[in-house]
């Protein structure tokens, strides 16, 4: 059997339910089902030749997967710490080589420059407006306080790129690492994927065939010690160059989603291969 899990507290906010109707088409509604659990939960149905794919990042859940000795795509949990902490992450790959947009960690020092505001943890596109593009120190400041009014975190600001943005689907079958990318150009919202552009589907996505990003993306999978799958967003300069802004551990997997569009427009993978992508990346821990 093969098990998506999603703890009860993420399922309130999520759309996994109508999400895992098409996962029931792709792989067959007699081969997955859905859990719903608590953090604490001890997960007794998980046999082993079980496949487990987690749905959610419960440092509790994550845990109890990996205990179960099973096959699951469960990453080890401080990969999940780092990729959800957007300061600690630019940290560790800026140390490490990566090109990632310079973060300001005080907006004292702002002046002159483009700069982009995002929340600090998640990836909820949410606090994702055309105001996130920031253009002085009081547009900064205003869109620091409407983040941390928002979500009650606090707010990064970096160097914003111009360009346009690119997200990398990483999956491992076996010993390979695959990669496949897209562009994508929301011209309507001073192209970056704003939580607007996402829902009117004002943003156009096209295949990607250079292979320095796709090298880059697989040097951080690596680098991160990832075993599974992964998606990475990057911009690209308007010089052709790639900086990578947010590593995404648990990728949406609707038809509709940058997973499921970057293997098929990129390698003309159907979204039933693109799930079952994500299936033959689990592994024993």
Known sequence: M?????????????????????????????????????????????????????R???????????????????????????????????????RNGVCVPKQHKTIDTICGNKYFVKPRYGSDSSCITDKSICMSMDEVKQQVTFIEGLTGQDAVVE???????????????NSSLHACAI????????????????????????????????????????????RHHARMDFRMDNDGGYWLIDVNLIPGLSPIGLWAKCLLLSNDMSYTEAVNAVIRSSSRT
């Open 183 to 226: 562009a994508i150009e929301c011209p309507e919202h001073g192209n970056i994927q704003t939580k607007e552009c996402k829902s009117d589907f004002s943003g156009f996505c096209s295949p990607l065939y250079d292979k320095s990003i796709t090298t880059m993306a697989k040097d951080v999978f690596n680098l991160l010690g990832l």
């Open 56 to 94: 959610s990042a419960s440092k509790g859940i994550i845990k109890t997967i990996r205990e179960k000795g099973v096959r699951s795509t469960a990453e080890k949990w401080r990969a999940y710490e780092l990729a959800n902490d957007k300061a600690n992450l630019y940290e560790f790959l800026s």
């Open 159 to 173: 160097d914003f790129i111009d360009g346009i943005d690119c997200t990398v689907s990483l999956w491992r079958e």
């Open 2 to 54: 093969i098990w998506s899990v999603v703890s009860k507290c993420e399922m309130i906010c999520s759309s996994t339910t109508p999400v895992f109707r098409h996962y029931h088409e792709a792989v067959g509604k007699e081969r997955i089902r859905l859990a719903v659990v608590k953090d604490n939960d001890t997960m007794d149905f998980i046999k082993t030749g079980d496949i487990v794919l987690p």
